[in-house]
C-alpha cells in the first residue's frame, strides 16, 4: 500500500519540486542568496500562486455551485418536509430520486463546493513530502526529486525564516524561534480559514438561506475547521504552514473579488453593489428584466380584469338604445291605435241605433 502511494504521489512531488526550483532560480538571479529563507519562502509563495492560478476555473465553479446550493435550499426544505417521518424504503428512495432531480435540475451537487480542496490536497502533500525529505536528499539517503538535487536539498534544508528553518515543525522543534514562528503562522492560518468562511456567509447568503440546515451546517464549519487547523498545524513543517497560509490568503481575496462583482441574488452583497451602482449613476444588472416583467405582469393582470367585466361600446349601446326607443314608439303607437279604434267603435254605436 505504501509503495502505490508513493508512485502515485511521486508525479505530484516532481510538479511541486519543478515549480519551486523554478521560481527559485528567478529570485536567485535577481540577486537573493541561493540558500536564504526569503528565496524559499518566496519560491513557496509562487507555488501558491501557479495552483491556484490554474484552479481558478474550479473556484468559479464552487462558487456557482455553493449559489445554487443556498438557492435552492426552500425546495429542498419542501422535499424533506414532504417525507418527514416516513422510514419505509420506498418514501426514503423517492425522496432521495426527487432531490437528485433537484440537483440535476438546477445543475448543481453539494460535492461541487468541495473541488478545490480535493484538487490541492495532492500538491498540499507533494509539499508536505519534498520539506520533510529535504534533510534525507541532502545527506544522500534519499534519491533527488527532480531538480532538488543534493546541493539544492542542501540549501534549502539549511534556509532560515526569522530564526526557524522551513522544513523545521512545531512538535520536533529545539529552538524558540521555531515555535514563535510555527505559532504565529499557525493563528494565521485559522484566522484567514475564519474570515473566508465568515465573508460568504454574511454578505454573500440570501436572507431566506441563513435559516435552513446548509446554512448551519456551513457555520458550523466556520467554527471548527480553524480548531482543526490548529490542532494539526503542530504536526506540519514552517513551509507547509506558509503554504496554506498563503492559499487561505489568496481564497479571501479572491472570494471578496466575486461576491463584490458577482453576488448571490438577495444577499447583503447584492444591495450593496446595486447601491454603488445607483450612486455612480450605472444600469443595475437585471432591472431591465425585472421591470419589463414587471410591466407584463401588470398587463395581464388588466387583460385578465377586462376579459371578467365586458363593457359595451358606445355604438353598441347607441344601437340597443335606439331598438329600445322604437319598440316603445311601436308600442305606443299600437296602444294609441286600439284606443282610438275602440272609441270609434262607441261613436258608431248610438248612430245606428237611431
Known amino acids: 500500500m505504501g509503495d502505490f502511494f508513493n508512485s502515485l504521489m511521486h508525479p505530484i512531488e516532481l510538479l511541486v519540486a519543478w515549480i519551486m526550483y523554478g521560481f527559485h532560480q528567478v529570485f536567485t538571479t535577481i540577486g537573493l542568496d541561493p540558500a536564504s529563507g526569503a528565496a524559499w519562502a518566496l519560491s513557496i509563495i509562487g507555488l501558491v500562486i501557479v ?90 539517503e534519499n534519491e533527488p526529486i527532480g531538480p532538488i538535487t543534493r546541493e539544492v536539498a542542501g540549501q534549502a534544508e539549511g534556509a532560515t525564516l526569522f530564526g526557524a528553518q522551513l522544513s523545521d515543525t512545531f512538535l520536533g522543534a529545539d529552538n524558540t524561534a521555531t515555535y514563535i514562528v510555527t505559532i504565529i503562522l499557525i493563528i494565521l492560518m485559522s484566522a484567514t480559514t475564519f474570515l473566508t468562511q465568515r465573508q ?90 425585472r421591470k419589463a416583467a414587471e410591466e407584463a405582469e401588470a398587463a395581464a393582470a388588466a387583460e385578465r380584469s377586462s376579459q371578467r367585466v365586458q363593457p359595451k361600446s358606445k355604438k353598441r349601446a347607441k344601437k340597443q338604445g335606439g331598438a329600445g326607443a322604437a319598440a316603445k314608439k311601436q308600442g305606443g303607437s299600437g296602444a294609441a291605435k286600439k284606443k282610438g279604434g275602440s272609441g270609434a267603435v262607441a261613436k258608431k254605436k248610438p248612430q245606428t241605433d237611431s
Open 51 to 140: 495552483m491556484r492560478a490554474a484552479m481558478i476555473p474550479l473556484f468559479v465553479k464552487q462558487i456557482n455551485a455553493s449559489r445554487k446550493m443556498q438557492l435552492i435550499q426552500p425546495e429542498l426544505q419542501k422535499i424533506q418536509k414532504k417525507y418527514k417521518g416516513k422510514t419505509d424504503p420506498e418514501s426514503r428512495q423517492a425522496m432521495t430520486q426527487e432531490t437528485m432531480a433537484l440537483y440535476r435540475s438546477e445543475g448543481t451537487n453539494p460535492f461541487s463546493s468541495c473541488l478545490p480542496i480535493l484538487v490541492q490536497s495532492p500538491f498540499f502533500f507533494g509539499l508536505f513530502r519534498v520539506l520533510n525529505g529535504l534533510e534525507k536528499i541532502s545527506t544522500g
Open 200 to 289: 460568504l456567509m454574511t454578505k454573500n447568503m440570501p436572507a431566506s438561506a441563513l435559516d435552513n440546515p446548509f446554512a448551519k451546517q456551513q457555520k458550523l464549519i466556520m467554527y471548527i475547521m480553524p480548531v482543526v487547523f490548529a490542532v494539526s498545524g503542530v504536526n506540519f513543517p514552517i513551509g507547509v504552514l506558509l503554504y496554506w497560509f498563503t492559499t487561505n490568503v489568496w481564497s479571501m481575496v479572491q472570494q471578496f473579488y466575486v461576491i463584490r462583482k458577482m453576488p448571490a441574488p438577495g444577499s447583503a452583497a447584492e444591495k450593496a453593489l446595486h447601491a454603488r451602482l445607483a450612486k455612480r449613476g450605472k444600469p443595475i444588472p437585471g432591472e431591465a428584466e
